[in-house]
């Protein structure tokens, strides 16, 4: 079921069916997936009742702001198979390293309207706009990303999980709804579309990117993010009660990546593991703090700079802004690893070397930042920074949610200290007694020397 509340028209043209035009045009854009895809159904359910084929396009741009080698082999992993899913929809898909604007203005003319997929992020609002001013066209918007659509969530800017979670939880019921995949009637597979060779070596060369980082441990695409979720379905989310705050026993779902990149859809694995169990830890984490994140990035406009932090947040932070620093670290120094702290040289080592950090040690990470940096501007920007080089699911509204939160943003004030102000307070006293965190150091060094015997890397 596609929920009206899902779709926007984006531009001025409102009915679908006074348009002349050979195909209906998918642009997919932040839902790389073929799998409960609302934007590509409602792309098949228009192009049916119009009696069009359809044809989707990709635009691969070089220059993501933040992405790295690590994320753009993630990408065209994805990518790779849905070519190949949209192919046996009946579905051509041309992909073309380009600006996604340009790349949709190459096949917009001849559409008789253009439908995408949602993204909150600032680049990816101005890729609408830039849409909305050219194509001449309806031009289509249907949330696929989150589980409630943004703004029926909430209609402001939330100040916690305390205040938003009563609003979604309301909607829930509403939303929760699968998503059952429609047959197209006209297909598109003898149309000539241009497209970029299909390898991934051939595009990450045309993109002019070399390896500068490891690849992530994961590999990207929805085969592989279903095989993992069942995987923690079987294994993993009876202990995510107990022990998914523990980066010692690691029983988390790894979503994060496939959820950035839109490998797999969240509804789908809400739906999917609310069936499993009774798992209100998991649908907390997945459903009340990654929309909220959503909330975060889409009403807060200065959402990637310490400016969107809150009023009594932003001012003990500078109140305390000169206070003495025991330690203070450069931005190379940290980014090397190079602290005194051996539990936070392992988490940000675990996150260069694997790609992913864990959960509880990203909250240490963040608070640590702040702690040794001689300005808390200067902390927030480093710590958005490493975020999104490092993390295969960073540049996302929950990086961004993340570090805020590292510095009060959807917290309340706690007892005045140094440097910190109001600010929530972690150290690695409360590591010590909540974990076995010399196990966690430990299984980091092993990464490190397998990492340094053999190059390539084995989790
Ligand atoms: P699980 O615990 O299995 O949770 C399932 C899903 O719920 C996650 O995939 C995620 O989508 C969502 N979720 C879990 N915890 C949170 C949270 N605290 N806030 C919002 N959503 C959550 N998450 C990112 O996706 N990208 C980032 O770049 C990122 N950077 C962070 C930086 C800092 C400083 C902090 C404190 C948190 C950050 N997070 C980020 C949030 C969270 O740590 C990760 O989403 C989580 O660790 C991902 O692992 P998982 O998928 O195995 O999580």
């Known amino acids: 079921m596609i929920h009206k509340e899902r779709v926007k028209n984006l531009n001025e043209f409102k009915s679908l069916d006074s348009h002349q ?62 070519k190949n899913e949209l ?17 949709v203005l190459k096949y917009s003319d001849d559409a008789s309207v253009v439908i995408t997929d949602s993204g909150y992020l600032e680049i990816q609002k101005r890729w609408y706009d830039e849409l909305r001013a050219s194509v001449d066209h309806p031009l289509i918007q249907v949330e696929s990303n989150v589980i409630v659509p943004v703004e029926t969530a909430s209609n402001k800017e939330e100040y916690s999980a305390g205040t938003f979670r009563p609003k979604i939880t309301r909607k829930l019921k509403h939303f929760m709804r699968p998503l059952q995949p429609r047959t197209l009637k006209v297909n598109s597979l003898d149309i000539d579309v241009e497209s970029a060779d299909f390898n991934c070596e051939k595009l990450m060369k045309k993109l002019g990117l070399k390896d500068e980082l490891t690849p992530s441990i994961f590999q990207g695409g929805t085969k592989e993010a279903i095989r993992l979720f069942n995987e923690f379905l079987s ?31 969240p509804l789908y694995l809400a739906y999917k593991a609310s069936r ?33 932090l809150p009023e009594w947040a932003y001012n003990t932070l500078m109140e305390h802004a000169s206070d003495p620093r025991e330690y203070e670290y450069t931005l190379k120094e940290l980014e090397n690893a190079e602290t005194h702290d051996k539990y936070w040289n392992a988490a940000q080592k675990e996150m260069v070397f694997t790609g992913k950090m864990h959960g509880y040690m ?7 930042i702040l702690e040794w940096t001689d300005h808390p501007e200067k902390a927030y920007d480093i ?29 309340r004030a706690w007892g005045e200290r140094e440097i910190f102000g109001k600010v929530r307070y972690m150290n690695d006293r409360g590591l010590e007694r909540k974990f076995r965190i010399r196990k966690y150091v430990e299984r980091i060094e092993a990464i490190e020397n397998r990492l340094s015997r053999s190059k390539t890397f084995i989790y």
């Open 276 to 308: 499993v169990g009774d798992c209100p830890e998991f649908l907390e984490e997945l459903i009340v703090r990654r929309e909220l994140s959503m909330n975060f990035v889409h009403y807060n406009d200065n959402y990637s700079t310490i400016k969107s």
């Open 87 to 103: 192919k046996d929809r009946g579905v051509i898909l041309s992909i073309q390293v380009d600006k996604p604007p340009s790349a």
């Open 362 to 368: 990203r909250m240490y990470w963040g608070k640590k």
């Open 235 to 265: 294994e993993k989310l009876e202990c995510f009660e107990k022990f998914r705050n523990d980066p010692v026993k690691n029983c988390l779902s790894n979503m994060s990546p496939y959820l950035h990149f839109g490998h797999i859809s």
């Open 383 to 411: 710590a958005v920074y490493l975020n999104d080089k490092y993390e295969i699911d960073g540049r996302d509204p929950n990086g961004f949610t993340g570090v805020a939160w590292c510095f009060g943003k959807h917290d």
């Open 21 to 82: 035009g050979d195909y209906i045009l998918y642009w997919m854009q932040a839902s790389v997936r073929t799998h409960w895809n609302h934007a590509l159904e409602y792309a098949i359910e228009t192009a049916n009742r119009m009696e069009k084929p359809l044809i989707a396009v990709f635009g691969l741009t070089s220059d993501f702001p933040g992405a790295n080698s690590r994320h753009y082999r993630f990408l065209i992993e994805g990518l790779l198979s849905v």
